[in-house]
């Protein structure tokens, strides 16, 4: 019972309306068949009745002076022309008998002789029937008449009739019923099916152009629709159209509004970098010009190299900043092990100076889905961030693996530990802050990449010991790229 009734209600309007309107005119032609059929039985019983009545009245009176004189050949000559004056009562035979139940004439003497018992299921109708006694599968009735004669009984008539032209006018009635309500239904139906077919049409246009809008592909419905269209369905185009029209208004604005934006923040962007990198370019300009003249003495020397350093870092750390929250297409999918076995000589310049010990644990043996750009960037900055807080001499270790489709790396130095400003800066970039003002800009780097692979960054140290910094990322999925402008509101709020 569910099924169906989950089956009707996923049926369409067009089928519904015509499967009730055919349920219906079947209910209501199968009760007025049933009443006419039934009205018609009545009168064909009440008609039968009357003329089995007429009968019976006719063979009674023809049989009664042979029956007082108990003459076999009157009575037999009596019931013959009593046959052919009844005619139209079909009369298959007719039995007069005597009161102790034996046969005295018949119209069939040879299946009833005369002084013969009736069998045994006619002779129950005789005893228990008066008047008509009906047998439709059949085809029979029969019908039995007592003759007295003033007080006494002197026989009894019984007759069988074929009722067979009278149920066959009934049959002919019922198919033809039948027929009719057949053929009603089906017109109703039909006609029922066109009728709502053009009454949800405008909703089947209006429903297409729905799934053109949310396909991305709005289209306005046609003046030739609007043409055809009843009043009330002409009025709801227009308000789609209407709809249509403003969302495509609105859709131009936002996009004039985010290109302006654009413009204004890549002029924000262009004048912040100009101003934060010319302002040690003059220093860095001098200190060269010290280098050419006073290169020979090395306490000059040295003083001009550290001040170049200083200078080219924070250079360095502006251009970083802008690269990380502007970024450009992300880069190759796959990350290889080659892509990580040239990060080595990338710091060796740090690692040289300090003399630090790389313990290189690079276990990757295949091409992974991941973005091998973002995963080097974030191990280049850790592995800064590593030897710049190892003391001389230190060891640094570097290990990548793969494990249930997961990346793992994990840089681990003997330094004093993390100090909060670098958590704090790393926390920022995971959380899509804005970049930190002094340190802890390559965490807050690596933070950040570290979101876009849809990965995590952890971060263990102790008080006074080294620290640990591991990146967790799932092969194969990254978060959707931030737009311009949307980074640079998420930078403003943070």
Known sequence: MNRLHRMYRAMPLALKVPMLVAVLTVVVATVISQVVLSRLAQEQEASLRSLATAFMDGVSTAVTPGLLRQDVWETFDSLDRARRQYGAVKALYVVVLQPNGQVLAASEPEQFPVTSNLPEDLANLVTDG????????????????????????????????DISEILAVRNEVLWTLILVNAGLTAIFSFAGYGLVRRMVAPLSVIQQHLIAAGSGRPE???????????????????????????????????????????????????????????????????????????????????????????????????VRAALVTYKAAPGPKRLTRDDLEDLPFLIQHETGAKQLVLDWQNELSQDIEVDASAVRQIALN???????????????????????????????????GLPETARAAAAAGAAGAGAPVGRGLGLWTASRLAVRLNGKMTLQSGPSQGATIVLVAPLGEEREETNVIAAARADRTG
């Open 130 to 161: 008066q008047g008509l006694t009906l047998d439709e599968g059949k085809g029979r009735a029969w019908t039995v008449r007592q003759i007295d004669q003033e007080t006494f009984r002197i026989g009894t008539v019984f007759a069988e009739l």
């Open 220 to 318: 306005l419905i046609s003046d030739h629709e609007l043409r055809r269209a009843a009043p009330e369905y002409g009025e709801l185009y227009q308000r789609f159209n209407a709809m249509i029209r403003g969302q495509a208004e609105r859709e131009a604005l936002a996009a004039e509004l985010a290109n302006q934006e654009k413009l204004a923040m890549l002029g924000r962007l262009a004048s912040g970098m100009a101003h934060e990198v010319n302002n040690p370019l003059g220093g860095l300009m001098n200190a060269v010009d010290t280098l050419d003249i006073h290169g020979d003495k090395e306490s000059v020397r040295r003083r001009t190299v550290d001040l170049l350093r200083r200078g080219l870092a924070g250079i360095q750390n502006v």
């Open 382 to 416: 850790i592995l800064l961030n590593a030897c710049a807080a190892s003391p001389e001499h230190g060891t640094i270790l570097f290990r990548a693996t793969v494990k249930d489709s997961v990346l793992s790396i994990s840089v681990t130095d003997d330094g004093p």
